[in-house]
């Protein structure tokens, strides 16, 4: 790792990972506590049609990815609240054609040369100082509102009833919340690319659910874990010469797979209830 961090390039993609994993760790919270992920996903996906309309109109990357992404999740997010029992298959839908538009649009666009694989699996090991500037001031915006807001936002994510009896405008904090996934996706999907974005919003804050009690430790967790799992998929790429995104999912993957043993360890360990209601009874005898 010391003879990598020798290397500006890798350097970058150090921060870069670090930054997003603290984005990821935060906002994937709110996605895995909402059980929400295949709107992320959605989101993710439907961001793809946002590069290809940048390129196609040739418009700043951000402008039209951003402005597309942000369209697709409150549309998403209209019909996860009105239309509940039919939201899968609207953002399978719009999952589905947001890719097949971005594709589309990106084969039309005149001398088009953008390796599609970069915008999968990122180009983590490429990033410049600008987009880590603006990862960075991403994540700023993030801590600021979740800060902000965090009552509310954790009111809505666990007891809408009662946050609205509160009177909490649980509709309004709850597209906020998606506007942040969107937000996110968007601003990480250059950096690390649209299948990590979705491995980090999901993998670490689940495995952070199973060793916390409550939101702000989940977040933190979340976020530690994250930039674990993306420091030793560096490092391992580097190492042995294998493409960064796809080596951080896998990294991912294998603590997602210890945390399951763990978990189901501690659960084998505790004794069965009728077991320590016999104990109990016999200890009040005696």
Request: hydrophobic letters at 55%; proline letters at 3%; one cysteine or more.
């Amino acid at each position: 790792m010391l003879e990598a961090l020798q290397f500006e390039f890798f350097r970058n993609a150090l921060l870069a990972g670090i930054l997003v994993s603290v984005i990821c760790g935060v906002v994937g919270t709110f996605v895995v506590v909402n059980r929400i992920v295949f709107l992320a996903g959605g989101i993710a996906h439907a961001a793809f049609g946002g590069i290809g309309l940048a390129f196609f109109l040739g418009l700043p990357f951000l402008v039209g990815t951003l402005g597309f992404s942000l369209t697709a999740a409150l549309a998403m997010a209209t019909v996860t609240l009105k239309s509940r029992h039919r939201a899968d298959t609207v953002i399978g839908v719009m999952w589905a054609v947001g890719m097949a538009l971005g594709v589309l649009l990106l084969d039309m666009t005149p001398g088009y040369n953008v390796d599609l694989m970069s915008y999968l699996f990122g180009s983590i090991l490429t990033v410049p100082d600008v987009d880590v500037w603006l990862t960075a001031a991403l994540g700023v915006l993030v801590m600021g509102v979740v800060g902000y807001f965090y009552n509310e936002l954790l009111a809505t994510s666990y007891d809408q009833d009662f946050a609205r009896v509160r009177g909490v405008p649980v509709t309004l904090f709850y597209y906020l919340m998606i506007l942040l996934v969107a937000l996110a996706v968007v601003m990480t999907i250059r950096v690390v690319g649209l299948i990590l974005v979705i491995a980090l919003l999901t993998i670490p804050p689940y495995i952070a659910e199973k060793f916390t009690s409550s939101l702000r430790r989940m977040m933190v967790l979340a976020s530690l874990l994250s930039c674990l799992f993306t420091v030793v998929g560096l490092w391992s790429s580097y190492r042995f010469n294998l493409t960064s995104g796809a080596t951080i999912i896998m990294v991912a993957a294998a603590g997602f797979f210890m945390s399951q043993v763990v978990v189901r360890a501690r659960k084998a360990g505790m004794p069965a209830p009728a077991e320590s209601q016999r104990h109990g009874a016999g200890g009040q005898n005696r």
